[in-house]
């Protein structure tokens, strides 16, 4: 399995980013697939998830309505859409991936046994 994360840059405050995530080497149809970003010094934090075959989706609060993961079956591509971005969510953002969905440990990164290689996001003031 491979993760290809893609879209990172630098924004100002308020403005909006698209990040991608292409998955190859298998069919992801049960897989869940997640976004998480680390700040320097800082852990890394769940952002979003989305299950590939429902299509359910979970947000961190400090995103929840700025941020919009979704998901392209026939491209095995995973976005994130990023709103009215903030300073704070300056980081490099890593997609991952998982065989089924816990609804109990969805938002640990150790979860997830396949990532991408990380995008950088900066958000200036």
């Known amino acids: 399995v491979q993760l290809q994360a893609s879209g990172g840059g630098a924004v100002q405050a308020g403005g909006s980013l698209t990040l991608s995530c292409a998955a190859s080497?298998?069919?992801?149809?049960?897989?869940?697939m997640a976004w998480f970003r680390q700040a320097p010094g800082k852990e890394r934090e769940f952002v979003a998830v989305v299950t590939w075959s429902v299509g359910t989706t979970i947000y961190a609060d400090s995103v929840k309505g700025r941020f919009t993961i979704s998901r392209d079956n026939a491209k095995n591509t995973v976005y994130l859409q990023m709103n009215s971005l903030k300073p704070e969510d300056t980081a490099v953002y890593y997609c991952?991936?998982?065989?089924?969905?816990?609804?109990?440990?969805?938002?640990?990164?150790?979860?997830?046994?396949?990532w991408g290689q990380g995008t950088l996001v900066t958000v200036s003031s």
């Open positions: 080497g298998r069919t992801f149809s049960n897989y869940a």
């Open positions: 991952a991936a998982d065989l089924g969905f816990s609804s109990s440990r969805y938002s640990y990164a150790n979860t997830y046994h396949y």
